[in-house]
């Protein structure tokens, strides 16, 4: 039975981190709110529901959340679309070559759907993957395993049969509780996944082949 390949999107496929500050930085600003980069760069990757509380202070009120969120959000899609992406190295060579081996493939992401469909169609990779899940999708992030289970049962494969591409290390250990293989993408080369490169050029031509049969 062929596996399945379950992508992380934000610092896995596209290096997006500049936007998600800039955004997060103008709509904290638009509330009176100054936030630094360190407190960005501890919360990257996080929902908007579990960021929020922590800038905002515990009884932030949720339609106050759900508002400042969407605002983010709608700039951060401005930013994309005006401004272009870059999909990381190696991101769309082993795409497209997973594709034309028949793996399954879904993005399994901490993002918003629409976040999601942007990013993709900006670089050039809508159509390649047969399901998705977004923060819609799921009631807890990273590393709870949900968004990857979820993955897996869309595609209808079995978590043993899948492999995580992941950036971060909440993203693998959801994948470790999910039971999947993870592929770790970290520059710092310090995520502990079954395999750790700094770019996914550096992946090996059998990686996913050699994973599979683990």
């Not at 951060?76 to 999909?87: A, D, I, M, S």
């Not at 993002?111 to 942007?118: K, T, V, Y």
């Not at 395999?195 to 049969?213: H, I, M, W, Y």
């Amino acid at each position: 039975m062929t596996g399945a390949v379950l992508w992380d999107m934000d610092g896995t496929l596209v290096d997006s981190e500049d936007y998600h500050w800039r955004a997060w930085r103008d709509a904290m600003a638009l509330e009176g709110i100054s936030i630094t980069h360190d407190q960005f760069i501890r919360t990257f990757g996080q929902r908007n529901d579990s960021i929020l509380p922590q800038w905002l202070g515990p009884g932030a009120a949720a339609d106050r959340i759900v508002r400042i969120g969407d605002s983010k959000e709608e700039m951060y899609r401005k930013l994309v679309r005006e401004g272009g992406l870059q999909p990381l190295p190696g991101a769309v060579e082993w795409i497209r070559r997973l594709h034309h081996q028949g793996w399954p493939q879904a993005i399994a992401s901490s993002a918003p759907r629409a976040n999601i469909d942007a990013v993709l169609e900006v670089i050039g990779l809508a159509g390649q993957f047969q399901a998705s899940v977004s923060a819609e999708d799921v009631t807890a992030g990273k590393p709870d395993p949900q968004v990857f289970l979820t993955a897996a049962a869309r595609l209808g494969v079995p978590p043993p049969r899948c492999i995580v591409v992941e950036d971060a290390v909440p993203g693998v250990e959801a994948a470790r509780r999910a039971g999947m293989r993870c592929i770790g993408v970290n520059r710092a080369g310090s995520l502990a996944a079954d395999v750790v490169v700094r770019s996914l050029a550096d992946l090996p031509a059998n990686a996913f082949e050699s994973l599979g049969r683990g």
